[in-house]
């Protein structure tokens, strides 16, 4: 199959120029098209906002790779990995929203319909097993509601999320923050092929990009943009990356929920964190009759 033009060159620009979401923004905003940013001059490229002349350099030898590009693609392609680009009718509407969204994502699977309702379950990666439980229940809960379950592949909550969809015979989408060739972490390979079977799994990185902390927190704010509103369940010690997407969704004016079995979080602690808690899955089965979760 032929490969598009546009997109050799905005796979060239994000790979070998090393162009990031907010960068390539810029870029396109100044030149007005790829293939401006390609021929321009480095004494062009600097006068870019967030450009220096280090990443300006990167940008010049992008011009020498564009064949390679296309082979990169070719042979992503023959992997069984799509990719949707921002320019595509079929990228998520949602993503626009947000302030710095992908140029490109790569993904297995059918592609979700983001006309339809979609739920994030997020939560710690050593959760109890009362915590484990609560996850999968809720999974089958949104899948029984025709709701798609948005997480991360994570061990713990995340896994637990999408098995509870995936028992239910739901839809599940799993935003990853490695390459699709590189599932982190590897217990969960077997998961997330069959997430691929009946879902779908996506990441913004090179296939063959290695997991980073980084990477997991910027996944963050697509699992939430993709969502109506988040569920957390159970925080711990190790729950920064749950807390960074409540704190996302702050941003994004999405509510969160707090899967709280023990009332610990006050009335005045969920106003002060944004966040609803719920008690038990028979009560998050009646939030769900008042939270506005319809698509685009």
């Keep these: 199959m032929r490969i598009d033009k546009r997109l050799i060159q905005l796979y060239a620009l994000k ?18 098209s790829f293939e401006g940013i390609i021929r321009a001059s480095l004494d062009e490229l600097v006068k870019v906002q967030g450009i220096s002349k280090l990443k300006a350099r990167k940008l010049l030898r992008v011009r ?16 069984g990995i799509m990719i949707i680009s921002v320019f595509d009718e079929e990228y998520p509407p949602r993503l626009l929203k947000i302030g710095d969204p ?21 939560g710690t990666a050593k959760p109890s097993e009362k915590g484990i439980s609560a996850a999968v229940e809720i999974g089958k809960l949104l899948a029984s509601r025709g709701i798609t379950v948005v997480s991360g592949l994570a061990s713990g909550i995340d896994a637990s999320a999408h098995i509870g969809s995936l028992k239910a015979d ?8 490695s ?34 902390k980084g990477q997991l927190i910027a996944r963050n704010r697509l699992i939430v943009a993709l969502s109506s509103a988040i569920i957390a369940v159970e925080l711990s010690d190790d729950s920064n990356g749950t807390l960074n997407a409540i704190k996302r969704a702050n941003e994004q004016g999405k509510v969160s929920y707090l899967y709280d079995p023990l009332g610990k979080l006050s009335i005045e602690g969920q106003a002060h964190s944004k966040v609803v808690s719920f008690r038990s899955i028979d009560e998050l089965e009646e939030l769900l009759e008042y939270l506005v979760i319809s698509g685009d």
């Design 64 to 79: 020498g790779m564009l064949k390679r590009a296309e082979e990169d693609l070719s042979l992503i392609q023959k992997a």
């Design 15 to 32: 790979t070998y120029g090393e162009s990031g979401p907010k960068s390539l923004q810029n870029l396109l905003v100044y030149f007005g």
């Design 102 to 122: 992908p140029s490109m994502i790569f993904y297995r699977g059918r592609l979700p319909k983001f006309t339809e309702s979609a739920l994030a379950v997020v």
């Design 179 to 212: 390459g699709l060739l590189n599932i982190y972490p590897k217990e969960n390979i077997p998961l997330a092929n069959m997430v691929e079977q009946s879902g779908c799994l996506m990441s913004e990185f090179h296939p063959e990009a290695k997991v980073s």
């Design 170 to 177: 739901g839809y599940t989408v799993a935003i990853l923050g």
